[in-house]
């Protein structure tokens, strides 16, 4: 199999999450090349063809201008699938190849079975396999569901470029304020959907403060406005690095553990014991929240 990875650049350097796709593509045995616009001072390490645009020319980001770029390697390469991670970045200009490669686009792939692609649906409760009816397909893939492959050798530098669009300007990328740091937090106690409300956040912040630890939240919980989003962790949160990482009602989508999966110790409490959350827990507690938060945050306030 033959796969062109596309590269993620921010603030002129190679994103961590693109040592991914290389280990997307070692999965698959595939051959590899890569397109990037970057800057010939920083090139990542590679082993293959890099089709290289001048950062300065095209801009971090430019929908029509980095498609254009892509699709000129697509055909040199003539690669039987692209794959970009399944970010900003990617959602943009996924749906753009694929349309303009009259090709089918298998998103947010966080597996792989018997020739197939493992995709999430019902909010991560479900898995489904996926094989696309074209030769050629576009993938995006989800952070944290493959692990990164580490990139070594020195490319062979191949020089693209495509004419800036005049319409658009690419200003830069602001980072949302985040009052609450929870990368350097020694103890999280997150918070899911299976916590059942606003008010039984309170059993879990009285954990986290029994632990000494800080409160993080899944994405369902920040979108009801139980707690702020500067508390989420994932994907789209935070990634946070804790030596304890408490899972009070989460289901464990592939988009949480992505945030999460530098934890050192994991305790998940769940009534659900073949919850996703099960697959990384160091220890799963099967019981009702409502009804071991509170025991144990008793028993930690004895002690």
Known sequence: MKLLLVGE??????????AELSGFAARLDAEVSMVLA??????PSFAGRLYLADLETCGEFSSDVHKRLVLDAIEREQPDAVVLLHSSYGWDLAPRLAAAMQSAQVSGVVGLDDGGYVVESCNGKMRRTVRPLTDFAVLTIQPGAFAAAPMAGSPDV???????DSAIEFLGCIEPERGIDLSRAGVIVSAGRGVGGADQVELVRALASALGGEVGASR???????????????SSG?????????ACGISGAIQHLAGMKGSGFVLAINTDRDAPIASVADLLVVADLAE???ALTAALEQR
Do not use: K, M, N
């Not at 650049?9 to 693109?18: N, Y």
């Not at 191949?158 to 800036?164: D, G, K, Q, S, V």
């Open 9 to 18: 650049v921010r603030d002129d350097r190679l994103t961590a999450e693109t």
């Open 38 to 43: 970057g800057s010939a001072d920083a090139l």
């Open 158 to 164: 191949i020089a693209i470029e495509a004419a800036p």
């Open 220 to 234: 369902p919980v920040v979108d009801a406005g139980w707690l702020e989003r500067a508390r989420q962790v994932g």
């Open 238 to 246: 935070q990634s946070v690095s804790p030596s304890l990482y408490v």
């Open 292 to 294: 071991f938060l509170p």
